[in-house]
């Protein structure tokens, strides 16, 4: 069973372009970077807080919450469920953030009573990716090319099937190779998901501004925090991942 399994379905330029002509843009506003940028601060901060809520109840308590295991799944369900209801982002949006919050403190909680510094190591090196691949799609070094988002998005996608299979699997009591082994052939997997972690910001930007381009609605500014959101999580989890890996060799 994977716990760390995520991914971003949720930014694609058609959400924007479909969104532009809905009943629901109808007197919405215009989305702006401004506003998306305002708008993944306040989701941003939603997670942080929570994260350290859990963090404080592992630290006092000893023991993880109780429904600590169901987080992940109920975040996928509200992730698919706003990929459709994409009008009620800003109402799910911070939902799902705070129910990530809670399994990234626990989660991180643990791992760092077994590898003290941890969970400030996966922090810092999601910050500098992030700050990394704005910097390489910013400057253009890195293009979003039709090619390139296919390239991505099919990865993607894979990575998502294989962990849902490793979910089903683990039920019946079986493990998937690569996903918790920490051999050499589990760190390159580790490290390849990673990158295409990373990889997906490059699309998030480039959905954000083409958003903007064609002037969708403002409530899709919560649609594209959301969205960054999910990615930022889920490169969040897999740097922590393996770095875990790491500390095990």
Not at 237 to 246: D, Y
Request: glycine residues 8%.
């Amino acid at each position: 069973m994977s716990l760390f399994s995520s991914n971003n379905p949720t930014l694609k330029e058609e959400a924007f372009t479909s969104s532009v002509a809905s009943e629901d843009a109808a007197g919405a506003g215009v989305m702006t970077l401004n506003g998306t940028i305002a708008k993944s601060a306040i989701l941003f901060g939603v997670v942080v807080v929570f994260a350290l809520f859990s963090w404080e109840f592992l630290q006092f308590v000893g023991q993880p919450l109780p429904f600590m295991l169901a987080l992940p799944l109920v975040g996928l369900g509200l992730l698919f469920l706003i990929s459709f209801k994409k009008h009620l982002a800003q109402y799910i949006a911070p939902i799902y953030c705070a129910i990530q919050g809670l399994f990234l403190g626990t989660i991180s909680g643990v791992l760092e009573a077994s590898y003290p510094g941890i969970a400030n190591q996966a922090m810092l090196l999601t910050f500098t990716v992030f700050g990394g691949m704005l910097l390489l799609y910013s400057t253009r070094l890195i293009k979003a090319t039709e090619r390139f988002k296919s390239i991505i998005m099919t990865a993607t996608l894979g990575i998502f099937a294989y962990y849902m299979i490793a979910l089903v699997l683990g039920f019946f009591g079986i493990e998937v190779a690569l996903i918790h082994s920490s051999g050499m052939a589990g760190i390159i997997f580790s490290l390849l998901v990673v990158v295409i972690a990373a990889m997906n910001l490059i699309l998030d930007f480039d959905t954000i501004e083409r958003g903007v381009e064609y002037g969708a609605p403002k409530y899709m500014e919560w649609y594209a925090a959301f969205g960054l959101a999910v990615t930022l999580i889920w490169l969040y989890l897999e740097i922590l991942r393996l770095l875990a890996k790491l500390n095990r060799r």
